[in-house]
């Protein structure tokens, strides 16, 4: 019985230790936050946040969720291999009254960190009228 009991506990450790050593899939990006500046209102403005997968195993961006309507996001749809490149790009298009505005954006994926928030602020102005 004692020879079954070490036995197992060998099979599991073996196992988490060579779990503990494979890096799930990871975000590396270039930048988190993108400052606008000054944004006319209703006129789109485009941001594409860069990253790089530092994980091991492919990286898949299953949703992005943003904050209001006004704010679009797409993104990389195929899975992103360690050391590739993938994207994640936000178009903005500011409505309603000049105020300041800081928008997140949520990707959900299989990332060893599954929800990354990516922010973009600014203010937004009235256009000119000549």
Known sequence: MKKLILLAVLILGVGVIVNAQTKPAEFKFDTETHDFGKVTLNK????????????????????VETTCGCTVGEYTQTPVKK????????????????????????????????????YVKGESIEGSTK
Do not use: M, W
Request: aromatic fraction near 8%; charged fraction near 15%; charge should be positive.
């Open 44 to 63: 789109p403005v485009v941001y594409t946040f860069n990253f790089t997968n530092i994980g091991d195993a492919p990286l898949i961006i299953t949703k």
């Open 83 to 118: 050391g590739e490149k993938g994207f994640v790009k936000v178009t903005l298009t500011p409505a309603g009254s000049p105020l300041p505005f800081n928008k997140a954006i949520t990707l959900t994926s299989n990332a060893r960190t599954t929800t990354k928030v990516l």
